[in-house]
């Protein structure tokens, strides 16, 4: 056991130091493992970082990493701190423009290329200068290939004692917004995150197994899986593909596991179509027979038996779907947070959930909401110096007397349980001169099983309209049974609302937001400024319809 956590490369080197044998990394492949023990890490780690720092100029010691999550990712990323380098990590989904953008903005001097579907779309997109290093993996063949720099690199001799004050990495925002900000995150802040983690996050239970497959690149799976599986000596198991994620989570049985909103949904819906729906779900639930039965079933197909932490985070999740799970065994902790202080301001406590809220505030993270814009402000020891050659971002980023700024609307209740009401730059104001925050409202549509995605606008419109993508269960039914229970969901949402708030219309969109339509952040957040673009011209002619539930294609 380490006593206190320090850089994430020094708890790496520790565990291969002191359990070299021990599994470190599981790396799926067909119906076979490759595994990476503590020690065989080690060993290519120094290699790699030997020919890191071989290759590097004058200049930012900035190295990106291209690449779908692997045990390649983790131990990219290792070599690179290694190198005393800065790791520089891309969304997996970026496309050509995007990725230039990036790679220029950050001054990456070298490139760790992993699995990718889209490599050929994607290679054009980087400037000539900087080297490539591409893992077995990568559908590149020619240049630096990662598997002959093992064979014909020795291992570096000496890994750097890095100050707390050093940049670690510089993690790119998802952009909600617009350009994503470089997010520089010190070593200080990772140690003072993990280790403020430590208790919370149960990371000294012995065996400790982790499953990788949200983004490593955001900071959510970095903290949760990266940083935390490193500092604890535990085991992280990865995700073939789309197709395999219900095998490979089955097979690994995490004690900790990480899921987005979106996913909890899917497994709900899995669930009850295995079953044969909610019914009967429910009846055999209140058989106390079957009850415990029921329950411990569901979670071994699903491969959280052993789960001891399972949490959601980077969007909202609504209290019915949490409810739903706690039925079955599966107590769901809601985490909030952000890049810019490492996605660590509030957890919610196993032993007291409190619905409607995203957690208790931690224990040494400031917290105040400004009483003229509800805005919630925090500081901790892990927040980000700033934004990468940004300084004018960096100084809007924090108040004058030093606290962060999140941009996200919120109240503090009397026991320090944060609930989350709306984003500052997400409300708009309508024709009548109100300012409407669209989130809250976006809640309450998307807790209805019609309803997949959601996104209300309504700028200079008189009232709000909802833009909505039909759930793949709505999909199949007939249209004059969606139109009347999009009605009467309107009709019971309303009433609860303040009167300018009330909806106009409800819009079914014809086409489902993806990533690769640029309509959700690579998070599967709504990119709120995409949407609206992609439908404004429409807005004036939607709101003066006849019709209350208005099907984009008829129009």
């Not at 019915?320 to 599966?330: P, V, Y």
């Not at 200079?460 to 309209?465: A, D, M, R, T």
């Amino acid at each position: 056991m380490i006593t206190h956590y320090q850089s994430n490369l020094d708890n790496f080197l520790h565990w291969a130091k002191h359990t070299p044998k021990n599994l470190y990394l599981r790396q799926p492949i067909e119906d076979r493992y490759l595994d990476y023990s503590f020690e065989r890490s080690a060993s290519e780690v120094k290699k790699i970082a030997q020919f890191i720092q071989n290759n590097l100029k004058d200049g930012p010691r900035h190295v990106g990493i291209m690449s779908k999550n692997s045990a390649h990712w983790i131990l990219s990323d290792l070599a690179i701190a290694a190198a005393d380098a800065i790791s520089v990590p891309f969304y997996a989904t970026l496309t050509k423009d995007q990725l230039n953008q990036v790679l220029v903005h950050s001054d990456c001097q070298l490139l760790i290329v992993g699995k990718l579907d889209h490599w050929d779309k994607i290679k054009d997109g980087i400037p000539e200068h900087i080297l490539q290093i591409h893992t077995p993996e990568s559908s590149e063949k020619t240049g630096y290939q990662w598997t002959e720099l093992l064979q014909n690199t020795t291992e570096i001799e000496s890994t750097p004692t890095p100050s707390p004050s050093d940049i670690s990495t510089i993690v790119y925002t998802s952009g909600t917004t617009g350009m994503p900000k470089g997010v520089m995150i010190n070593n200080g802040g990772i140690e003072a995150g993990i280790n403020m983690a430590r208790k919370i996050a149960l990371l000294d239970t012995p065996g400790t197994r982790f499953i990788s497959y949200l983004p490593l690149c955001h900071i959510a799976e970095r903290n949760f899986v990266e940083f935390a599986a490193t500092a604890a000596g535990g085991t992280i198991h990865f995700v073939e593909n789309l197709d395999t994620f219900s095998r490979n989570l089955a097979s690994a049985r995490p004690t900790h596991f990480l899921a987005v909103p979106r996913i909890w949904a899917k497994f709900q819906e899995g669930i009850l179509l295995k079953i044969g729906g909610q019914k009967k779900l429910d009846l055999l639930l209140r058989i106390p027979i079957l009850n415990k039965l029921i329950r411990k079933k569901i979670q071994k197909g699903l491969g959280l038996d052993q789960n001891i932490l399972a949490v959601t985070g980077a969007a909202p999740i609504t209290p019915e779907l949490l409810t739903w799970f706690q039925k079955l065994g599966i107590f769901i902790q809601e985490a909030y947070g952000m890049t810019e202080n490492m996605g660590l301001n509030t957890l919610m406590p196993r032993e007291k959930i409190k619905l409607g809220t995203v957690g208790k505030i931690h224990f040494d993270c400031e917290t105040r909401i400004d009483s003229e814009t509800q805005e919630i402000q925090m500081r901790a020891p892990y927040l980000s110096s700033g934004y990468y050659k940004e300084p004018k971002l960096t100084k809007e980023l924090f108040t004058k007397d030093g606290w962060l700024k999140t941009g996200d609307q919120g109240r503090l209740d009397e026991e320090n349980f944060l609930s989350i009401v709306g984003r500052v730059k997400d409300n708009f104001k309508t024709a009548k001169g109100h300012y409407v925050a669209p989130a809250p409202i976006e809640n309450k549509l998307n807790t209805h099983e019609y309803i997949e995605q959601v996104c209300v606008v309504g700028v200079n419109l008189p009232q709000p309209i909802a833009l909505v993508v039909l759930s793949a269960h709505a999909k199949s039914k007939e249209p004059s049974e969606i139109n009347q229970t999009l009605l009467e969901l309107k009709q019971d949402i309303n009433p609860i609302l303040k009167n300018y708030e009330h909806l106009k219309k409800m819009i079914v969109v014809k086409e489902d937001w993806t990533i690769e339509n640029e309509c959700l952040t690579p998070t599967m957040k709504i990119k709120r400024p995409s949407i609206e673009k992609k439908y404004e011209a429409n807005f004036e002619s939607w709101y003066t319809s006849e019709e209350t539930i208005i099907y984009e294609k008829s129009l």
